[in-house]
Structure formats: structure tokens, C-alpha cells
């Protein structure tokens, strides 16, 4: 145990091997041993916990319903909490998202229960999962609830992150931006802050996902200070030795080069494809699907559209058939204007299937992610079927809400459409 908490943020694969020595010796003790249900615990209590910096290894290896057993019959509601929440965190990585949700409530219930401020704060390890999976308006409370019961305190319950007050400051951000709520450009602005000052796992979580997210849905375009802020975060990352979040951050840099007027786009290219396989070997399918939007829009901005339909294609297929909902409008707007773009008649069927598979998704009240690029897809889609009056009455709207969201991604692409 000793040896395995000394490896913790140096090689987390040795501090695994400890932990499973940990738990077979744990495991040959004497039923009579007053010790043995603790010492039995604890290695498979940091197996669970840390199952997300290993990825989809990390769950099948975690023992969890072993873990869960052990702390029913001890009683031992801390343990569990620890070791659910690390598991929590290592599904929604693997976009695992169905299984997850089943899990969800009782584990709400199970924080609330406990009463202690530190572990309600855990709140964040299946709170960003619930958002991914559309479920904002009944996870912004649980948002809420975790800011009020941190009063300021950025690094009350920083079991895992430095900074879980950062955190869930961004992910509320980021449901308020999806249902088209003000305020969550300052909580965006407030959690990166933070994030800032914390550094660590923290600061890679937070930058990647807080801007990645709103850059893609069209919420945000980047500037110099955001190019500041993710090379920062880099830097961090690369100096940490942690490769979760060096491939965290190594795409959410790639996107920010590509995509920011002006930038290393060569460069930002390379960091997504690196941080890319790094993600997959460890099943981060998250990481992964960002890194393959972002690659498919680039290569149908330079001319292979057949790649970026491909890639395309097969993202929109995942996000779909994994439950998550956020990076859905995205994928589909950079699927749906590449078959648009190449321009068959096969291809204006695939498209309208596109647009009305995305259109068709059921969705919170509010929910405005996918508004504007139905409407953008939709005038596309008038235009090449040369019903110029369809066209400019969607044109009209798509900037009209643009506009009144403040999204200024989607503005510019609004106001670029002749």
C-alpha cells in the first residue's frame, strides 16, 4: 500500500500493480483477523478510485462489486463513495454513459447521506456525466448544490481534483450555455481562473472541456487570451507526467490551433492526432470524439472530403449510440455540410437523414445546442436543392438566433453565408 501510494503521480500503472498485491495478500489473511475486512478494502478502495487514469482497463480491473459488497457488510459508506466516484469518472471517459446512469441516484443519494461538505463535492464525478447524457435541467440543481456547500472553498473535497469548486463553477457554465441561460460566460471565466491557479488534473479538465465544448457548439470563437490559457495548460500538462491529462490537453490545444484565425494550424493537427492515440489506447472515447470532429471539419475544409465524411460518419454513429448529447450537433453539422459539399444526389439524401436523425433527439426544455445548426444545415440544405426562398428564410433565422444567444461562433458563420 505504501509502495502504491508513493507511485500514485509518478507511474500510476505501478501504483496499480501495488494495489492488486495489496488486495491478493489482503485477501489470504485469517477470516479471524480483526483487520482483515479493512485491509481488504483499502486496495480495492484505491483500484476503483483511480480506474479512470487507467481507462477502460482501469474498470474492468477495479473489482467494484467486490468493493461494493465489503463496505455493505462493514458498513463502510466512505470507502464506497471513494471508490464509486473514481469508477463514475472512468465511465464517462469511456462514454459508458447507459450504465452509468443506472448507477447515478443511489449514488446522489448516497453523498447527501453522508453529510460531510468534502464528500457532497463528489457531486462533480457523475454530475458531468448526467450533462453529457442530456439530463441538464435536472443535473443544473445538483450544479448549484455543490457550489453553495464549497462557500469559496476552491479545493474543499479535492480527493481527485485540486479544485472541484473550479469544475463544477465551468460545468455550470456550460449547462446554462446549453439552454441558452445568461451568465455562463462569467462561470466559464471564473472556473478557467481557478483552474489557473490549482493547476494540476484540474487545470487540463477545465481548459480542455471548458473551452472545447463552447468552441465546437459554436457558443465561442477563440482569441490570443484563450490560445494563452490552453498553451499554459499544456505546458502543465507535459511537466505533470500524467498522460490522462496530457492527452486532455494535447487536444484541447490541437483544437484551439486549428480552429483560432491565424494559428499553428500544422502544429495543431499533429497535437490532436498525439493526444488522440494516447486517449484511445487508454479507451477515453470522450477525448477521442472531440479529436475526431475537429479532424474531420479539418479535412473537409482542405479539400478530402471523403475522409471527413468517414470520420464524420462514424462519430456521429457513437455519439448516438452511447447516449451522448453535447458533442451530437457538431458531429452532425460537419457529417451532414461534407455530403452537402460533395454534392450527390445520395449524398442530399444522406444528408436530409442527417439533419432529421439530429432534429428528431429528444431534449430538455431550453435546450438550444442544436437550434442553430439545424437551422444552418437546413438553409444548406435549400440551397443546394436550389430553393433560394427556403434558403433565406433559414438564413434569416439562423443569424436572428445567433444573435440573440450571443453564440459568436455560429454569428460568424451566420453572417458569412451569402
Known sequence: ????????????????????????????????????????????????????????????????????????????????????????????????????????????????????????????????????????????????????????????????????????????????????????????????????????????????????????????VPDAAALRHSADALRTAERSGDDVSLAWERVGHGIMLVRLHGGDQAAGIDLLAKGRQQAFRRGDLLTVTMADIQTAEWNAHTGDIDAAIEIAGATVEHVFDCGEVIFRGPASMVLAESLLRRGTEHDLLEAQKTIDRLAACPTDPGFVLYELPLLRLRALLARARNDEQAYEEFVQRYRAMARTLGFDGHIAWAEAMP
Not at 101 to 125: C, F, H, K
Request: charged fraction near 20%; hydrophobic fraction near 45%; proline fraction near 4%.
Open 1 to 220: 500500500m505504501r509502495a502504491g501510494a508513493w507511485s500514485t503521480n509518478r507511474d500510476i500503472g505501478a501504483a496499480r500493480a501495488s494495489w492488486q498485491r495489496a488486495r491478493e495478500v489482503a485477501d489470504l489473511l485469517p477470516d479471524d483477523d480483526p483487520d482483515r475486512t479493512a485491509m481488504r478494502i483499502a486496495p480495492r478502495t484505491l483500484l476503483c478510485g483511480h480506474a479512470w487514469r487507467a481507462g477502460a482497463t482501469g474498470i474492468a480491473d477495479t473489482c467494484f462489486d467486490e468493493l461494493r459488497e465489503l463496505c455493505g457488510a462493514a458498513g463502510d459508506q466512505i470507502s464506497l463513495v471513494m471508490g464509486t466516484s473514481g469508477v463514475l469518472v472512468a465511465m464517462t471517459l469511456c462514454h459508458r454513459l447507459h450504465e452509468l446512469q443506472s448507477l447515478a441516484p443511489d449514488y446522489v443519494r448516497l453523498l447527501e447521506s453522508t453529510g460531510d461538505p468534502a464528500l457532497i463535492m463528489l457531486l462533480n464525478t457523475v454530475t458531468f456525466a448526467t450533462f453529457k447524457a442530456g439530463e441538464i435541467v435536472q443535473t443544473l440543481p445538483l450544479f448549484q448544490r455543490a457550489i453553495d456547500v464549497a462557500d469559496g472553498d476552491p479545493t474543499l473535497g479535492d480527493f481527485f481534483f485540486e479544485s472541484p469548486l473550479a469544475w463544477v463553477t465551468t460545468l455550470r457554465g456550460l449547462a446554462r450555455c446549453s439552454l441558452g441561460q445568461s451568465g455562463w460566460r462569467d462561470d466559464l471565466s471564473t472556473g478557467l481562473a481557478m483552474a489557473r491557479e490549482v493547476q494540476g488534473v484540474t487545470q487540463a479538465a477545465v481548459t480542455t472541456y471548458g473551452y472545447t465544448m463552447v468552441l465546437m457548439n459554436g457558443a465561442m
